[in-house]
């Protein structure tokens, strides 16, 4: 079982960017898919993007569409979320997931992923 940690969470002004990271702590990321989701105050969490173990990406939040991008770093045990145009709304906690198999399609679901890490926050504020 890995353990995952993300890092690079901030504080932001709105029109911002941001890279977050997850890395494992325990184990490798390489035979996993990897999801980014993020729970703003109030709200469920939600799907922002997921890379297949093939480094297939698909976006799950439309609000990000064209703004983010999900990668992966198999060699560095690392996956990462860059995130530009941020705007208040990206606000939130930020978690990183990973699940072996699923089936297709339901990488944006968040009952598939079996490994979470325990969240960076993301403040976009003037």
């Known amino acids: 079982q890995v353990q995952l940690v993300e890092s690079g969470g901030a504080l932001v002004q709105p029109g911002g960017s941001l890279t977050l990271s997850c890395t494992t702590s325990?184990?490798?990321?390489?035979?996993?898919?990897i999801g980014w989701f993020r729970q703003a105050p109030g709200r469920e969490r939600e799907g922002v993007l997921y890379i297949s173990s093939r480094g297939s990406r698909t976006v799950c939040a439309d609000s990000v569409r064209g703004r983010s991008t999900i990668s992966r770093d198999d060699a560095k045990n690392t996956a990462y979320l860059q995130m530009s145009n941020l705007q208040p709304e990206d606000t939130g906690v930020y978690y990183c997931a990973t699940y072996w198999w699923a089936p297709a399609g339901s990488g944006c679901k968040r009952d598939v992923y079996e490994n979470w890490g325990q969240g960076t926050q993301v403040t976009v504020s003037s």
């Open positions: 325990r184990g490798s990321l390489d035979t996993f898919a």
